[in-house]
């Protein structure tokens, strides 16, 4: 009896340290797994950021200073934890911002550096985006920077634009420490080297044989985050062993079993509860569904972000946050990653959020699964992205807009007349192409001042586009030649929107300095498919030397390119 009662406490209490320790390794799993989804968000809303810069200098490559300082601010402002902007034509530092307590970096050459060249080379042959570091800047401190190589639309290399983060701060703010809550973190993989790379987060004893990794994407690389009790997965068991050894006598045995039952259970509640607490303060939307879409866990900024208190969503389908679009592509993703164990990290994407009251919003969500016991639980990190947004969209507007007239600018008025004319030739429909051309501008110039020129050039663009559809696109060609894209549009409709062009513009007025008003007159030169068939360029000469035939017969009117022979 006495060996029968030894073996079954023995039995109980090894069933009990392994329940125990398994609860643990989940727990730290699912613990690390958010700390990577935090990560991952915020080094990816900063990495937006550059893209929408970089958009903004290969489209305009010879922007000037002061627009370029001025989308660098913006990209300063916008950004969480940056320490600085710069930009480097030709690798060597040339603008940053801020300016103040950065002194140090202008004029830098980044392959007389060699603890930054290597990944400065890299993303330039990878020609993608490549997130270094941590490293020691010139200018003091220790920072992650992303580089972002800069191609002009030739494919020549313009130079890079680096967004140095701070490091520390970023840390601190996805609440990331060496160690947290008895657990300890360490990060590998300096310059996105991965499993081969260096420590450079935490203590490197951290990355022991039984700790959970979870390795995740970085631009041009990968990390990854190692996490385990500072006291070991077998920690908090004594209870166990005395336990154990209180089995030779039977009724101690029984009433010690249930004691430490009791206490390890307790201990788990506490970790449960710490968890809560870490849910219940963070700063972005962590949702938890099961493996069918139904809503386990929504912390309190889920519920700012979408408009539901937690009691409305818990046991309904995650689909109610989103629009049926987004709805399908999920259930479609859910059914793909229905696979056992923990999985990498999905990156940073970009969906559609719906809230209670139906209105949609744009966010970025970075999702990982985990397996505990026989369940599976997908973890939804949410990011509100409406600000990032608003500020690509403006990158955009500066990219492709004339900054003084507000009309496209004349790089993407031709990509616009390019996707035109290949729909007008596939769909055998008519397109016409408008030049214009202020009369006299110099003279303006000359006489008003450069003002006043402006102001006839911004007056002009807004009474062309009053007498425009909502389809013609209206650009700037430089100085004070404008062109019309007309689709849908024949000879004949093309001459009568020139003849009520014509008439608007000799109505119109602008004040000079002394108070008299300016009226001016435009020459305008006409070419459609019919007459230029060639390409682009074809139809754009054939417009220009209607428009210099318009000039040479007295100006204030138009002409129509002759038909090809």
Not at 211 to 237: D, E, H, I, Y
Not at 263 to 269: F, K, V
Not at 388 to 412: F, H, I, S, V
Request: proline content about 4%; overall charge negative; charged content about 25%.
């Amino acid at each position: 009896m006495f060996a029968l009662l030894a073996s079954l406490g023995h039995f109980a209490v090894d069933t009990e340290r392994e329940g125990l320790a398994q609860n643990r390794r989940n727990e730290v799993t699912q613990a690390t797994l958010a700390m990577v989804s935090r990560l991952d968000a915020e080094i990816n809303a900063n990495v937006s950021l550059a893209n929408g810069m970089y958009a903004l200098i290969s489209a305009l490559p010879g922007a000037g200073a002061d627009q370029l300082r001025n989308g660098l601010q913006a990209l300063y402002r916008f950004g969480r934890h940056v320490r600085y902007v710069s930009l480097a034509p030709d690798n060597r530092i040339s603008q940053i911002y801020p300016p103040a307590g950065n002194e140090a970096a202008i004029g830098l050459y980044y392959p007389d550096l060699p603890e930054q060249w290597p990944a400065v080379k890299r993303a330039m042959d990878q020609r993608a985006n490549v997130l270094a570091g941590p490293v020691r800047l010139p200018q003091g401190g220790f920072a992650l920077i992303c580089r972002t190589p800069v191609f002009e639309e030739d494919g020549g290399y313009w130079g890079m634009l680096n967004l140095a983060l701070e490091a520390d701060g970023l840390f601190r703010d996805v609440g990331l420490a060496p160690e947290l809550a008895g657990v300890r973190y360490a990060l590998r993989g300096r310059d996105g080297a991965g499993e081969a790379g260096e420590v450079f987060f935490g203590d490197a004893d951290t990355f022991s044989a039984d700790a959970v990794r979870v390795p995740f994407r970085v631009p041009g690389g990968t990390w990854v985050l190692a996490a385990r009790p500072a006291k070991g997965w077998s920690a908090g068991q004594g209870h166990l062993a005395a336990l154990e050894a209180a089995a030779v006598v039977a009724a101690m045995a029984l009433a010690l079993g249930f004691y430490g039952f009791q206490r390890g259970r307790l201990r788990i509640e506490d970790r449960e509860k710490r968890l809560r607490a870490f849910l219940d303060t963070a700063r972005d939307g962590v949702i938890v569904i099961d493996e069918h879409g139904i809503i386990r866990e929504f912390n309190p900024a889920a519920e700012n972000l979408f408009g539901y208190t937690a009691g409305e969503v818990l046991g309904t389908s995650l689909n109610r946050l989103m629009p049926a679009g987004d709805a399908l592509q999920h259930d479609r993703r859910l059914r793909e990653t229905r696979q056992p164990g923990v999985r990498r990290m999905g990156g940073g994407r970009q969906i559609e959020g719906r809230r209670g009251d139906g209105s949609t919003f744009p966010a970025e969500i970075s999702v990982g699964n985990v397996t505990i016991g026989e369940e599976r639980l997908f973890v939804g990190v949410v990011r509100d992205i409406t600000q990032r947004k608003e500020y690509e969209r403006r990158l955009m507007e500066l990219a492709n807009t004339d900054g003084l007239t507000k009309t496209l600018n004349r790089r993407a008025l031709l990509e616009e007349g390019e996707s035109q004319l290949e729909l007008a030739r596939r769909h055998g429909r008519p397109l016409s192409l408008m030049m214009i051309d202020a009369d006299h501008f110099k003279k303006v110039n000359d006489v008003h001042g450069h003002h006043v020129g402006d102001a006839v050039l911004v007056r002009l663009s807004d009474v062309v586009r009053g007498c425009l559809r909502g389809t013609d696109r209206l650009g700037r060609l430089g100085g004070e030649e404008f062109a019309v894209l007309m689709p849908e549009t024949d000879r004949e409709q093309a001459e009568a929107v020139a003849q009520r062009l014509l008439r608007a513009i000799r109505e119109t007025e602008v004040a000079t300095d002394t108070g008299a008003a300016l009226r001016f007159t435009v020459s305008i030169g006409l070419a459609g498919l019919e007459t230029a068939t060639e390409d682009l360029a074809a139809l754009l000469r054939a417009a220009d030397a209607a428009l210099y035939r318009a000039k040479a017969e007295g100006r204030d009117r138009h002409s129509v390119a002759e038909a090809e022979a």
